[in-house]
């Protein structure tokens, strides 16, 4: 089956300091990619929409200054947690497919802690 | 609002147990309803799905079906592994999006 790769799977940081995390689709090209993000004993929550080549579509609540998304080739999205602070410490996880409607393909995760 | 519940884990059987893992939804129309597992160091995937009411997908001896009627998508399966051990997710579509559950960490014994 398709491949999504994510790193890296874990990162701790300074509090103030921006962390950048990849996701790449291996063996296909993906239009779409979500991130999402899951606070121990709860559930994925659906952060953003990257489209290849246009911005990203927030969920409500989400803060797009604070996570910057770039979706910039059909293989490639990056989430950048800007000025992290203790609270953004969280797990993260990107999905990708090359059609909203189909299948989705997920990477396995990254560990954000920050100090 | 559109939610998913799903059974509070732990949950740690011996191999050959049968298994249940409660799913409940709150959405409105037909949503899609899906498991995902995820395996130790893996990504999450796709376990099964089924798209309308009555529907039961099945893969790898696992079992849901759709029951409209009590908005529930119960995961099932009658012999577990040593390898079944995972992370299983409960999720609906709804609007492209896909709405998860807590996620019930499952633990099998040899």
């Not at chain 1, 080549?53 to 969920?59: C, D, F, H, I, L």
């Not at chain 2, 999450?44 to 529930?72: H, I, V």
């Not at chain 2, 709405?99 to 633990?107: E, H, N």
Request: hydrophobic share 35%; aromatic share 12%; glycine share 8%.
């Amino acid at each position: 089956g398709a491949v999504v790769s994510q790193h890296p799977s874990w990162v701790i940081c300074k509090s103030g300091t921006s962390v950048k995390i990849e996701c790449r689709s291996l063996d296909f090209q993906a239009t779409t990619m979500f991130w999402y993000r899951q606070f121990p004993k709860q559930s994925l929550m659906l952060m953003a929409t990257s489209n290849e080549g246009s911005k990203a579509t927030y969920e409500q609540g989400v803060e797009k200054d604070k996570f910057l998304i770039n979706h910039a080739s059909l293989t490639l999205s990056t989430l950048t947690v800007t000025s992290a602070h203790p609270e953004d410490s969280s797990f993260y996880i990107c999905s990708a497919s090359d059609d909203p409607n189909e299948k989705l393909f997920f990477g396995s995760g990254t560990q954000l802690s920050v100090l | 609002g559109n939610s998913v519940t799903q059974m509070e884990g732990p949950v740690t059987l011996s191999e050959e147990a049968f298994l249940t893992i409660n799913c409940t939804y709150t959405a409105t129309g037909y949503p899609s309803l899906f498991w995902y597992v995820q395996y130790p160091g893996e990504g999450l995937q796709l376990l099964l799905k089924a798209t309308k009411a009555d529907d039961k997908g099945s893969n790898k001896g696992f079992e849901a079906t759709y029951r409209k009627e009590t908005t529930s998508f119960h995961l099932e399966k009658g012999s577990v592994q040593v390898s079944d051990s995972a992370v299983y997710f409960c999720a609906y579509q709804g609007a492209q999006k896909l709405v998860f559950g807590q996620g019930t960490r499952l633990t099998i014994n040899p």
